[in-house]
């Protein structure tokens, strides 16, 4: 079956430091990944998209890898700030719709 | 503001009571689809649309319905209300291109 695996355990970090979190699939081809932030009580903002051509990607802080041999995505946050405390989301494409992973906590810490 | 709306906020049911979440987004965009999010089960898409006209079942359709008469709104339906449905539930529209998707900002159902 299909699955989209993140780490369910919060990930506690100081601030400054780098959170790296993971992404890892099975039974899925996707043409891309992508990355979102999720706030309590609130949807699912859209972060970062990486092609399956691609092996890194940047925006500002955040830094997403795709590895479709380990079939892997790793995303980061460098300079990590207490407003980036949030759950974030993988999601993959497959049959013209997203699927997600449950998500991963990151708690940054002052 | 440009963006998906979701209608209404907050909502309490009886058991076997049907009501509609409405979704509305202005963006033009083809792609719709509902998802619903519980504690530890991540978001489940229950139905979703390319366009106008055309829509079909995701992993989660069963106790639902959906249809699309045009490109801006897509309702879910619940028919016969359970505990089950007991969720919070996320609309979210895409252009045609790599389903970068906005969400709304969601429906909390307590189904009771």
């Known amino acids: 079956s299909q699955k989209i695996e993140q780490n369910s355990e919060a990930l506690n970090i100081q601030e400054g430091k780098t959170a790296t979190l993971t992404c890892n699939y099975t039974n899925y081809s996707p043409a891309y990944l992508q990355w979102y932030r999720q706030d309590p009580g609130r949807g699912p903002v859209f972060l970062l998209l990486?092609?399956?051509?691609?092996k890194e990607k940047r925006k500002e802080r955040l830094k997403v890898t795709f590895d479709t041999t380990l079939k892997q995505s790793l995303f980061h946050i460098t300079a990590s700030q207490p407003a980036d405390s949030a759950t974030y989301l993988c999601?993959?494409?497959?049959?013209?719709?997203?699927?997600f992973g449950k998500g991963n906590q990151v708690v940054v810490i002052p | 503001n440009a963006g998906v709306t979701q209608t209404p906020k907050f909502q309490v049911l009886k058991t076997g009571q049907s009501m509609t979440l409405q979704c509305a987004q202005d963006?033009?965009?083809?792609?719709m689809s509902w998802y619903r999010q519980d504690p530890g089960m991540g978001l489940r898409l229950i139905h979703y649309s390319v366009g106008a006209g055309i829509t079909d079942q995701g992993e989660v359709p069963n106790g639902y319905n959906v249809s699309r008469s045009t490109t801006e709104d897509f309702p879910l339906r619940l028919l016969s209300a359970a505990p089950s449905q007991t969720s919070v539930y996320f609309c979210?529209?895409?252009?045609?291109?790599?389903?970068?998707?906005?969400f709304g900002s969601g429906t909390r159902l307590t189904v009771v």
């Open positions: 979210a529209s895409s252009g045609t291109e790599f389903f970068r998707y906005t």
């Open positions: 990486i092609r399956e051509n691609e």
């Open positions: 999601a993959l494409d497959g049959n013209n719709r997203l699927a």
């Open positions: 963006m033009n965009h083809e792609y």
